[in-house]
């Protein structure tokens, strides 16, 4: 439990981490992101003896199409994120990680051909109904709220299909995003400006940590969710978008009219709906194992 509480903690306060890193480009940020996370997490498969897994996955043609798949969808998130938050929409990063879940719902419906019972159709509708409502209020739909849920949702969808354990997978992905992620720190170390050319001592600390906060709350992750039900787990992923809120609203002073608290309104409903049909489907599915 302190592992799972302690793994969305701090992917939630992550969103100070990089506001602290708001003068850079956030592109620039990923790239090194990326390469410091894939040095770290080869020395961690490595020290587990299980780069062998991850070598023969990145040999398996079909596999490495899903990885590759995988890795895209994780870099465009990781990418909107951080834009997201070095430019001052906080707020609309929690949305989206409210409206993932329920993404994630539609996916099953439309890929996975999952019967869509009633509760889900009321959470459905009561995201659209959020979208809607947060279009009239930004006068165009939440574009970087959709692009984050859907690029996650479908990002969950390919991870289903990828045969190796979270820490792997992730490994893997990284490996690929290796030679864009170096041409993208060479682009930005060979301008008249580059990341470290006006950063201070602390600033140029905090981009080299970058891959340590990639994979200390991902460890907690994966240790947690061999130990506890997904039923107590899934509820704990809100913990990220509540804090998000609440930073760019209480911390940030992003704007938080009372239109677009309704459009919030909403599409919390529709996530206490998905989470009591979750909830009322465990006895159904724990009769069904029995």
């Not at 600033?203 to 990639?214: D, F, N, P, Q």
Request: proline share 4%; hydrophobic share 60%; net charge positive.
């Amino acid at each position: 439990m302190a592992s799972g509480l302690g793994a969305y903690l701090l992917w939630g306060v992550l969103t100070i981490y990089w506001k602290l890193l708001d003068d850079f480009d956030a592109f620039d940020l990923i790239g090194w992101r990326i390469l410091t996370a894939a040095s770290l997490l080869l020395v961690l498969v490595a020290t587990q003896r299980r780069l062998r897994f991850v070598i023969a996955a990145l040999r398996d043609g079909k596999l490495l199409v899903r990885i590759a798949a995988a890795a895209v969808l994780l870099v465009a998130n990781w990418t909107l994120y951080v834009w997201a938050v070095v430019n001052e929409h906080v707020i609309e990063t929690a949305l989206g990680y409210f409206i993932a879940p329920l993404f994630t719902s539609l996916i099953g419906v439309v890929v996975l051909g999952e019967p869509l019972r009633w509760l889900q159709k009321v959470a459905l509708g009561f995201a659209f109904a959020s979208v809607a409502v947060l279009t009239l209020v930004y006068g165009r739909p939440p574009l970087i709220a959709l692009a984050i849920a859907a690029s996650w949702a479908v990002y969950g969808l390919l991870k289903k299909q990828i045969s190796l354990r979270p820490v792997d997978s992730l490994t893997a992905e990284t490996i690929v995003l290796t030679p864009p992620a170096v041409a993208v720190v060479a682009w930005s170390l060979a301008r008249t400006s580059p990341v470290f050319g006006g950063a201070s001592s602390g600033e140029v600390i905090l981009i080299l940590l970058t891959g340590l906060i990639t994979a200390v709350p991902l460890l907690l992750f994966a240790h947690s969710a061999l130990r506890l039900p997904l039923t107590v787990i899934g509820p704990m992923q809100f913990l990220v978008p509540v804090i998000n809120f609440l930073l760019g609203w209480l911390a940030y002073d992003e704007s938080m009219s009372t239109v677009r608290f309704v459009g919030f309104l909403l599409v919390w409903v529709g996530l206490v709906c998905s989470l009591a049909d979750t909830w009322r489907g465990k006895p159904r599915a724990t009769a069904v194992v029995g």
